[in-house]
Every structure is written in C-alpha cells, then in structure tokens.
C-alpha cells in the first residue's frame, strides 16, 4: 500500500494543533480498517510537531460503529432528497405563518468556517432571522462582549509566543495542563528556559495546571474580579500606570479607577472578597507591579458566569492602565476552546452578530451586508440568545429548530428544560455524525454529517491562525457536508442563485470578500487577501493569523501595537466593574457550591473521544470530587455513590475524596452523557442564570445537595455481548479494547439466581456458570462460560473493588479453549501471571501507577528517570503534572 501524507488540523481544542495524516491509497480503502496513527506537524506553529494525547489518537476514533450513515424523518430512512423537502417545506410553512422568528439554527464552533458562513447567510440574509446561535455562547460570549467593549471590537490582542515571551503569566480559571495540553507544554519549556518567570494560576481548585505555578490562589468562587479590581487601583500607588497610554489612547479611566477605589478600597477587602489572605494577594501584586511583561490567561472560569463580562473587563482595564497591550509578551488573552469558536465569530455566527465583525447596531452596516449578500429579506435586529432561544421554543414561539454538531441535551444549562423546549418544537432538524445521541434522540428529522477527516474548510484558533481541515477520507453512507446541506434547503427555499456554491473554497473567497468589502482598515476582521483564492490556492493554504488585508499576505502577528482601537475614536474604554459573586446563593437546602469542568482525555460530550478505549483509562467513570471533611461529615466513602440534588433535577456519581477542592465545595466532569451513564449528566443540576449583557450561563456555579446513597453493592460486569437490560441503581458504560465494560451498582442483597436470570433472560442457556460467593464478604463472583469461552463475567461487593478489566476483556476474546487456571483467575478477578499496572497515568504508553510506584521503589528519582525506564510522559507530556506527584520530595542539606 502506497500512502501519502497530508497536513489537517486536529478538531479538539483552540490551540489548533498541525496534524500529519496518512491518507491510505486510493486502491486500498477498504472499508477503512485501518487507519495509521497521526503524527503533529513539525511545520505548525501551533505545535511545531507536538500532540497530545487526544490529538495524537485521533486515528483511533475515525471507525465507530455508531455513525449516521443515512437521513431519517421520523425515524424512517429516507432520501436526502425528501429529507430536504421535508425540512424546506416545513421552514416555508412557518415562515409563511408565523413570520421568519420561528426558524432558528443553533450552532457549534466545531463546524468549519465555511459551514458557519452559509448558516448566517441563509437566516439573517433570506430567511430573516437573527435566530442563529451557538454552544460558543456557553463557551466564548462573555470574551467577546468584554473585547468589544474594551476595544470596540472581538479582537483577540496577543499570541501563543507571548505566553513564551512573557515574565508572569497569570492564569485565570484555566486548567490548560488538561484543557489546552500544547500551549500549557510550550509554557512548561520557556519556564524551564526563563526559571525567572512566574506563574500565578488563579483557580478554586487545586488543578494539574498548578503545577507549574508560583503561586496558586484558591479563591472563592465567582470571586476573581476583585482581585483585578485591586490590581488597578495598587498599580496606581504603586507608580506603574502607563499615563502616556492612557491619555493618548483610552477613555474612561478615572472612572473605573474610582469604582475600583470602592470596590475593592484595601487590600484586606478585596483578599476577604476571595477568600485569601492578605499575603498571597499582595504576592501577586507585587510581581504584578515589578512585571511589565505581563500575560493575564484566560477561559471558562472567568466566562462561565453570571458577571463573565465584567470580569473580562476587569482584567482588560489592568492591562490598559499599564500599557500591557500590543507588546511582545503582554495582554490580555482570551484563549478559545474549541477548534473554530474563533470562525464561528469571524462570520458573524451569533445571534447578536450581524457577519463579519459587524453587528446590526454597526452604522451602515446593515446596508452594506445586504447589498453585498443582494439579499432579500434581512434580519433587522438581534436574534435570541441559546438559553432564551430553548426559553422561546418552550413557549411555542420556535418552531422549527436546525441544531448542527452540538450537543444541546448535555451542554445547556437544565436538561429538563431543553428536554420540554425540544418536544414543543414542531420540527427539530439534528445534523450530527453519531447515530446515537442524547440530543439526537430528541429529533424529528437527522442529517448525516461528514466528520473531521473527511470534512473540508477552515478553523481559526485561539491566535487568530487560520488553518485548513482537509477531507482526505471519503464519506462513509450517505454522510454529506454541512455547508452542502445548508446550502440545498437554501435552493429550494428558492434562493438559488446565493447558495449555488461548487466548492467550499468559493464559501472561503465570499467570506473573504465580505470581511475586506467597504473595510479599508474600519472593522479589524479583514482577509480581503482571500477574497479571490483558487482551488489549488485554497488546497495548498499553510496556517495564517488575520488580519490578512490585501497587500499583507503574510497576516499579523499581534493587535494594537499602535495603541489604536476599533472603537470611532479609536482609543480603547476602560469599563467600572463591581465584584459580585455567583448569583445562585448558597442555603441551608443547598449548601454545597456546584463547580464544572472537563477531564483530560475526554472531549465534551465523548462522541468521538468516547470511542477510543485508550483514552477512558485516565478517568473512567464519572465522579464527583468533595473535599474528606464534607465527607466524613456526610458519611460518604471513597469511590461510593453518590446523589446531588439541585432545584432542577439530580445525578449520582462515585465520589473521588481529594483535597483538590475546597469544604463546601464539589467538582463534577461534564462528559459523561446517557449514552455512557444512566444518571450522570451534570447539567440536571445546572440553573439557566446567565450573564445580562453576554447570555453566557453560569455553568461553573450551582447550589446543590449532597447525600450519600446507602445499602449498594457495587460491581463490575464484563461481556462478550452489549447488555440488554440495564436495570442497575447506576451504570457507567467504559469503552474497552475487548467487549463490554460497565460498572454498575445495585440495592443490596442480590442473590446468585437473580443474577443469572436478570442476565440470561429470554435467552436459551446452553453455557454453564461457573461460581463463587462467600457469605462473609458478600462477595458474589459468576462468569457464564459459552462453547468453553467466557462469555460473562459479574463482581459484586459490599464495597467499591478494583478488577482487572482490561485482562478480562481480553480473555473474552481469547480463542482458547479455557483452561482450570484461567477459570480459577476469573474467579478470583486478576490473572496469575499478569503484572497489575494500576490505573493507567501515561496513556500514550499506558503505564499505570503501581509500575511508576515500582520504579520509584527501585531507585528512580525524578521525571525524567520514569521516562528513561518507562517512557512515561515522553509523548504528548500531558501526563507529566501527574508524574512529578510520585517523585518523592527530597530535600537537600547543606553542610
Ligand atoms: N480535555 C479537554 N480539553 C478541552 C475540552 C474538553 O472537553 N476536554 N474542551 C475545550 C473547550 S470547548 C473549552 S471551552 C476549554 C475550556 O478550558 P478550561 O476553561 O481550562 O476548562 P474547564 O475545566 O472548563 O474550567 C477551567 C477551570 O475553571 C475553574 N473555575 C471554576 N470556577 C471558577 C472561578 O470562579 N474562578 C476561577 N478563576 N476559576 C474557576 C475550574 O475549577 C476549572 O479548573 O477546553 C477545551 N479543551
Ligand atoms: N456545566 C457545564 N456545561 C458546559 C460547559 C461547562 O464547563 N460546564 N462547557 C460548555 C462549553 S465551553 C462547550 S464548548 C459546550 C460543548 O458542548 P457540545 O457542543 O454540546 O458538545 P460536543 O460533544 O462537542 O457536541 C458536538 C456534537 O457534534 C457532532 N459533530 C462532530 N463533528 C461534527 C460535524 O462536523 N458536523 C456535525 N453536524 N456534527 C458534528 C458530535 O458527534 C457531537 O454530537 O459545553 C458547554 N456546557
Ligand atoms: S492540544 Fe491536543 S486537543 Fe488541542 S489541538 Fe493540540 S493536539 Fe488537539
Ligand atoms: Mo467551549
């Protein structure tokens, strides 16, 4: 087999890593077997070679057994063609009754720019609706209206060297270590490089992030902008205002500065506000005050909030105030999480966008969309935010509802609301890869998307860098692409002529076009040097960061270096910010404060991370993190479960007892879907509170309950089959090599023969069990062997128990005739000759904690050494944070 190797972007997170991939031959794809492992591309200068873990897997997610392979309404599979009369017919219906405000789309920034594109221009131009909306509002919205207002437009200032170039990094509500693994590794490198420079990590909890920081402040949470708040009116006493910036190139400082003044008046009130002591914030503002190179880092624990805005612009107004901007290793840096959240802004993809980096209030520029699109019937005004949207299709106001490649019944604040909003809505439109979804279970109509490897277009990550996915794998079914579906209901809506795009990279050239038409330097989103790009131009596109006018093909690397905004006077606004907490309060129902996040090798709603077995053995259940003083207090053991009720419905969870977060505070991972778990999707507790000026919901602030579930046994069932019946108090389904993995726990006092029969049930049992139980214990041990194979193997504790699963999905595999030893080990839960690795910590190289542990027993004393014997952490790194907490501490003396 011949192979050519192409360049593609990875579609997991904004640092939009380069990856090298293995197109298999033309004459060998069959059925796509195998597809080689990826590698980072050394030319991106994203990553300049490097992957993590997700992205270095990738190749591993590309054959599921769940795709949509065809379109359905109803249920029933139909053509595309009658697909898309179906959904035509219906738009035109209700547009033509209830007016265009009844269509809405509601997006996703893991869509190509080009599927945003026609998406926007097919409701704000001819349907004419302002009704479009993305998950990027429960991600980037707060960053946005924080940028527009600080500068008059969403222009993200810095770039990924200033992260290396600066001397303090200050990293707020981030957890880059799991989150954006490669930049979080080229900080890691300059640190090494530069020991001087300084690391703050700004977090409630204690994260892998930390461990790289200087200093950590766990404050508490939804308190962060007081600390910049403080920052601003210490950097006037302390001498370090930039008056020569301010005055030439901002407005509004003496205001903020005065609200700062009293907000925020002594630096015992503002460390009180956080919960910290005075010492670590004055540790902080000293290196704030000796550092002119300063980046403040920033993500969701500063957007997801109901003040997210604000603190955007708190932090901006610090960095404005000392001139921090436009300057090699200073800014304020919004980073971007997922891949193309970024293009999904550069179109104009949000319902109070208009395209282009312009809005419906923009002077002009209503007019000048519309001539440029010769567009029929614009939208006028802003369209409804995500949560009001789902708010409006509860109340009958949506009627039809597009949702493209997000997953809303596990993303958006209160599944049951979503849940009410979808069954109201007369014709919900899913276009997604995976068969089987929570959201896809909710829709009427399902279009079958190409997926990343076989989609074609661009991305923009968190630096502004553009950079081509390309569709080097064909479709698998009928699996079509999104701009071409869009573009199909366009036509026989009847707007032929705008949607008869040949190629996506004619979608490029308008986009393009639009972004330079009437611009001449007015609006900071400019790629008017694409605005007439080939096929071969496009296809051979190497990574560029916009703006890219005409005349400057080689882009920008970095915003405002002359100190002039996009605001009409062009100077930048400070803006005075109040401190507030999180608007959900906490009482004596619901004492606990409700934070949420991601794991390290999952991605969001695990439709494609899910289906690499590899990277479930990090964390291979879902858990709730609570701190072992609540727990002893609530009688909660390690690894038991647990139920967390809110006002809005409730998920039971094993519980991780780590000191990682604060009393009265719990974690909770946001993955794990009903896909994977039957009661785990952590958005059931979540209000809809959002943030008045940017809608962003709260997602990292509920008020909850916590009690501990008693009387479970708990247990592990493996199979050679999926399970019919899933009748368990709880069930975790964790994707293995080999078979069926769940963990499961019921009620107590299961007997062996229900067991067997809740197992066997309606099937003829021609196998035999083998048992073992032991009254004592109340251990309970079956395997079902079948045509001498194991076919079934079930554990049942009194208490959580670590199996060996990974052997035993193996041994259902084996083809062997079973031998007495082998039936014995299954019994006994663990093979006899196989060394027991511990939970998986590399997963490059899946070397688990007992073979660290070994190592270091054996004489092994540092990070490096665990890489030389184990080669732990030499691949991606993103298990290195881990690693270095097996190094024991040793302190030297000196003489
Ligand atoms: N492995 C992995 N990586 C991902 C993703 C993924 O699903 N999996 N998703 C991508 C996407 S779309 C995004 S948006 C990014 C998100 O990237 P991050 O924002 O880094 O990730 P999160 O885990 O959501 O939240 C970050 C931290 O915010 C903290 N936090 C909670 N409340 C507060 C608070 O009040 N103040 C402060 N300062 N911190 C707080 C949490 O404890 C958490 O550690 O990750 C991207 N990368
Ligand atoms: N409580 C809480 N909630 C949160 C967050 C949090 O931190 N806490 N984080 C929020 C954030 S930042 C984000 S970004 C969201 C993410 O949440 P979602 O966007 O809901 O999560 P995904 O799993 O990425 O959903 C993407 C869907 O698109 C499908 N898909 C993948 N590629 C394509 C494609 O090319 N075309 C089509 N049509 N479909 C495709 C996938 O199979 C999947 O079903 O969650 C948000 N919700
Ligand atoms: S850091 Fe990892 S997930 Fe993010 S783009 Fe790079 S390889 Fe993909
Ligand atoms: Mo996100």
């Known amino acids: 087999m011949t192979a050519t190797i192409a360049k593609t972007t990875c579609p997991y997170c904004g640092v939009g890593c380069g990856v090298n991939f293995t197109v298999p031959d033309s004459t060998s794809k069959s059925g796509l077997t195998e597809v080689p492992p990826v590698s980072g591309d050394l030319d991106h200068p994203a990553n300049f070679g490097r992957l993590c873990v997700k992205g270095s897997s990738l190749s591993q997610t590309l054959q599921s057994d769940d795709r949509l392979l065809a379109p359905s309404v109803n249920g029933d599979v139909v053509s595309w063609d009658s697909a898309l009369e179906t959904v035509s017919g219906k738009i035109a219906q209700v547009v033509k009754d209830h007016g265009p405000d009844s269509f809405a789309f509601y997006l996703s920034g893991q869509i190509l720019t080009e599927d945003y594109y026609v998406a926007n221009k097919l409701a704000k131009g001819f349907i004419g609706t302002a009704n479009v909306d993305t998950n990027s509002r429960l991600c980037m919205a707060s960053a946005v209206v924080g940028y527009k207002r600080a500068f008059g437009s969403d222009t993200v200032p810095c770039n990924y060297e200033d992260l290396e170039l600066c001397d303090l990094l200050i990293m707020v509500g981030s957890n880059a270590a799991w989150t954006h693994p490669i930049l979080y590794q080229r900080i890691v490198e300059a640190k090494k490089q530069r020991p001087n420079m300084k690391v703050v990590v700004v977090d409630p909890r204690e994260t892998a992030t930390c461990d790289i920081a200087d200093l950590h402040l766990a404050i508490k949470p939804g308190s962060d902008a007081a600390i910049f708040s403080f920052l601003l009116q210490h950097s006037v006493q302390a001498g370090v205002l930039d008056n020569g910036f301010i005055s030439r190139h901002t407005n509004g400082f003496k205001e903020a500065l005065n609200q ?336 949420t996040g991601r794991v390290r090798d999952q991605w969001h709603t695990m439709t494609r991370t899910g289906d690499a077995a590899l990277l479930t053995k990090h964390t291979d259940q879902p858990y709730v993190e609570i701190h072992p003083k609540d727990a002893r207090q609530l009688g909660i053991e390690d690894k038991t479960l647990v139920r967390i009720t809110s006002p809005y419905g409730e998920v039971l969870l094993k519980a991780k007892i780590s000191r990682a977060v604060a009393p009265g505070n719990v974690f909770v991972p946001i993955h794990w879907t009903q896909q994977f778990s039957n009661a785990s999707v952590v958005s059931n507790l979540i209000p809809q509170v959002v943030d008045p000026l940017s809608g962003q919901p709260e997602s990292k602030h509920a008020q909850v309950s916590l009690e501990a579930v008693k009387n479970c046994a708990y247990g592990v069932v493996i199979s050679a089959t999926p399970l019919e019946t899933l009748d368990f108090t709880y069930w975790c389904y964790v994707p293995s090599e080999h078979g069926y993995h769940y963990e499961v726990v019921w009620p107590v006092g299961q007997s062996v023969a229900s067991l067997q029969s809740l197992f066997t049930d309606g099937h003829q049992e021609k196998g035999e069990w083998l048992e073992y139980t032991n009254p004592k214990t109340q251990q309970i041990r079956l395997a079902y062997i079948d045509n001498q194979k194991l076919a079934l193997a079930v554990y049942l504790h009194p208490k959580p128990e670590s199996i060996s699963c990974d052997w035993l999905a193996m041994t259902l595999v084996n083809n062997d005739v079973l031998s007495d030893l082998e039936r014995m080990a299954i019994l006994v839960g663990s093979p006899a000759n196989v060394e027991d690795k511990g939970e998986i910590v590399c997963s490059c190289f899946q070397i688990g904690s007992k073979q660290i542990e070994k190592a270091v027993a054996g004489g092994v004393c540092s990070v490096e050494g665990l890489g030389a014997k184990l080669k732990c952490g030499t691949n991606c790194g993103s298990c290195l944070p881990e690693l270095k907490h097996f190094i024991p501490i040793i302190t030297e003396l000196s003489a």
């Not at 919004?334 to 208009?354: D, F, K, Y």
């Not at 701009?483 to 705008?498: D, F, M, N, P």
Request: net charge negative.
């Open 260 to 595: 700062a003044l009293e907000s925020t008046p002594t630096l015992t009130s503002a460390a009180n506000f956080c919960g910290i002591s005075d010492e670590d914030l004055m540790q902080l503002a000293n290196w704030w005050v000796e550092t002119p190179e300063t980046v403040t880092f920033y993500s969701q624990g500063i957007n997801q909030s109901s003040s997210g805005v604000d603190k955007c612009n708190a932090i901006i107004n610090c960095h404005l105030a000392t001139g921090r901007i436009g300057k090699e290793g200073a800014g304020p840096f919004s980073i971007t999480g997922q891949p193309n959240a970024m293009g999904g802004r550069e179109v104009g993809g949000l319902a109070n966008q208009l395209a282009a980096h312009m809005d419906f209030a923009t002077p002009g520029a209503l007019e000048l969309v519309q001539r440029f699109w010769q567009a029929p019937n614009m939208a006028t005004e802003n369209g409804l935010k995500a949560v009001d949207l789902f708010q409006a299709m509860e109340e009958g106001k949506i009627k039809v509802a597009w949702i493209m490649s997000t997953n809303p019944m596990v993303s958006l604040p209160d599944t049951a609301q979503v849940r009410r909003a979808l069954e109201k809505c007369e014709l919900v439109i899913v276009s997604d890869c995976k068969a089987h979804t929570d959201t896809t279970a909710m829709a009427d109509v399902l279009f079958p998307a190409t997926g990343w490897s076989e989609k074609d277009g661009t991305v923009t990550n968190s630096e502004r860098r553009i950079s081509r996915q390309r569709g080097l794998l064909p479709a698998p079914g009928e699996a079509q692409h999104d701009w071409w579906a869009i573009c199909e209901v366009a036509k026989r809506l009847g707007y032929q002529s705008a949607f008869s795009y040949r190629n996506v990279h004619e979608i490029f050239a308008e986009h393009a076009a639009l972004s330079a038409f009437e611009n001449s330097g007015k609006r900071d989103f400019d790629i008017g040097h694409f605005s007439q790009i080939t096929k071969s131009e496009y296809d051979a596109l190497t990574p560029v960061q916009w703006p890219v006018p005409k005349g400057r093909p080689e882009g920008t690397k970095r915003m405002f270096e002359d100190g002039r905004f996009f605001t009409p006077d062009k100077r930048a606004k400070f803006v005075p910010i109040v401190p507030i907490l999180p608007l959900q309060e906490k009482t004596s129902d619901w004492p606990f404060t409700l934070n």
